[in-house]
């Protein structure tokens, strides 16, 4: 059974950081495509970062690139997301998630699991 545990959100003022974990269990971590998505409130599901299951190949969405940085550790079977320069906008529900393996892709159809989502929050 794989698991996703996010963690790491929480309140912060425009322009600060925050760091974002997913932990992993129940799979060969370094096999599957791993992305990070958030839900504001009243909009659409919206695909944020991601990266090939080897690590080689990372995409972002046009809002974050530049701002945001995916990363992985494999020996931790954990997933980051550096979040810098945060704005209002950013504010949402963020999720991670696994997809077995293929290539990246945007669409959160596409991704098999799925974790309980952490709250962050952008104060203007």
């Known amino acids: 059974q794989v698991q996703l545990v996010e963690s790491g959100g929480g309140l912060v003022q425009a322009g600060g950081s925050l760091r974002l974990s997913c932990a992993s269990s129940?799979?060969?971590?370094?096999?599957?495509?791993m992305g990070w998505f958030r839900q504001a409130p009243g909009k659409e599901r919206e695909f944020v970062a991601a990266f090939s299951w080897s690590g080689a190949t990372t995409y972002y969405a046009d809002s974050v690139k530049g701002r945001f940085t995916i990363s992985r550790d494999n020996a931790k079977n954990t997933v980051y997301l550096q979040m810098n320069s945060l704005k209002p906008e950013d504010t949402a529900v963020y999720y991670c998630?696994?997809?077995?393996?293929?290539?990246?892709?945007?669409?959160?159809?596409?991704?098999?699991?799925w974790g309980q989502g952490t709250q962050v929050t952008v104060s203007s």
């Open positions: 998630a696994a997809r077995t393996p293929g290539t990246i892709s945007t669409f959160d159809a596409r991704y098999n699991y």
């Open positions: 129940g799979h060969t971590f370094n096999s599957y495509v």
